[in-house]
Structure formats: C-alpha cells, structure tokens
C-alpha cells in the first residue's frame, strides 16, 4: 500500500498568516492526489485535484502543488474558517490511502 | 440539490453483520464512481470501498476484503455496503462519497452526513 506522510501533524498559526502543508508518498503518485478539509463535525470538503486543480468554488487563497512524492497545500492568507484538519488523499493505485492530517489551530 | 443521504448505522455485536445504504439525488447517479470512507471517533479519514460508475468493478480495504461487499442498485440511485464478520476496529462514522468526475475515481466531491457504526457487545 502507498503510504502517505503529512507533516506537520499540527500547526499553530494567526489569521493572515501564510501556510504550507506537505504530503509525502511511499512511491510515486504522479499527480493522483487531492487535498481534503474537515471540520470538527462535518463531513471532509475536497480543495484540490490531481495535485493543483482548485475544486470549484473553493477559494483562490487554496492552492497545491507537487508531482511524484512530493506535495504542499498552501493557505496564502489565514482566514478563521481555514482553522480545521487538512487531509492528502492518493488514487494512482489501490487501496486509496489517506494522509493521517494536519490540524491546522488559531495561534 | 445533489445530495447523499446514508442510513443502516447500529449497534452490532462483534460477529454480526449489517447493511449500510446510501441515498443519492440530484445528479446522474449511474455515472459517477462511488466510496465507503469511515472515520473512527477522534481518528482520521479511512478508505473503505470504491465501486466503478456501472458496478462493474470494486475495490476494497485490505482491513475490509473478504468481510465487506460494496454494490450498487443504478435503477434505485442507491449504494450498499455489506458488512460481515464486524469486529471492535470497525466502529466507525461511514461516509458515503460520490466521484468529482464521471467515471473517474481520483478524488470525491459529495459526501453525506455519515451514519455511525457500533461494535460493541
């Protein structure tokens, strides 16, 4: 199974703030993966696909990049209903696999 | 209003089995690949099971294979997941999820409320 790596696992940051999470594969992924948000109660909201396609309607403040290994969700300008958990999920091969989150708190 | 609705979450004792369903509106069902995603209390995101846009292919967990069955009804714009041999680790809130893109299956953009599992004697 392709193990995916987020780091870090949590993060303190203020509104405004620029901020970047990682995401690393076991092996190569291409470009078969997408960024997730979930809030406390909620269901997951999906941000990205195919590593740096903004979902619609998603804001442009959201961006991804990265091709093989190596990914990062970006926040360019914190805003307060950013603060959440952000999950890297791959579907270059099955099982699709989830990173275990980062949960992303108001400093 | 594209909506998922799932329903058939208990509590089941450990050996049992139960049938998780998940209703769909607002889009064409037959088109879209579809997820089981569970997420046990306080802990992340868990891929479960995928089914192909005609049913024609499925995949599941390797935690899962042998004991769950996904499956599809296109004519009732429903899915399934059948759970057998449900242990303790199984509890979990189950997430029905629909693709992003017809017939693809690289991410999902529709997800329900979830409908909670129990394993518990």
């Known amino acids: 199974d392709i193990q995916l790596t987020q780091s870090p696992s949590s993060l303190s940051a203020s509104v405004g703030d620029r901020v970047t999470i990682t995401c690393r594969a076991s092996?190569?992924?291409?470009?078969?993966l997408a960024w997730y948000q979930q809030k406390p109660g909620k269901a997951p909201k999906l941000l990205i696909t195919?590593?740096?396609t903004l979902h619609t309607g998603v804001p442009s403040r959201f961006s991804g990049s990265g091709f093989g290994t190596d990914f990062t969700l970006t926040i360019s300008s914190l805003q307060p209903e950013d603060f959440a958990t952000y999950y890297c999920?791959?579907?270059?091969?099955?099982?699709?696999?989830f990173g275990q989150g980062t949960r992303l708190e108001i400093k | 209003e594209v909506q998922l609705v799932e329903s058939g979450g208990i509590v089941v004792q450990p050996g049992g089995s139960l049938r998780l369903s998940c209703a769909a509106s607002?889009?064409?069902?037959?088109?879209?690949?579809m997820q089981w995603v569970r997420q046990a209390p306080g802990k992340g995101l868990e891929w479960v099971s995928l089914?192909?846009?005609?049913?024609?292919?499925?995949f599941h967990a390797n935690s899962v294979r042998g004991r769950f069955t996904i499956s599809r009804d296109n004519s009732k714009n429903s899915l399934y997941l059948q759970m057998d041999s449900l242990r303790p680790e199984d509890t979990a809130l189950y997430y029905c999820?629909?693709?992003?893109?017809?017939?693809?299956?690289?991410?999902?953009?529709?997800w329900g409320h979830g409908t909670m599992v129990t394993v518990s004697s």
């Open positions: 999820t629909r693709a992003a893109v017809p017939v693809n299956t690289d991410a999902f953009d529709i």
């Open positions: 607002g889009f064409s069902f037959d088109e879209y690949a």
């Open positions: 089914i192909s846009w005609d049913g024609g292919s499925t």
């Open positions: 092996e190569d992924i291409y470009s078969w």
């Open positions: 195919a590593a740096s």
């Open positions: 999920q791959q579907a270059n091969t099955f099982p699709i696999t």
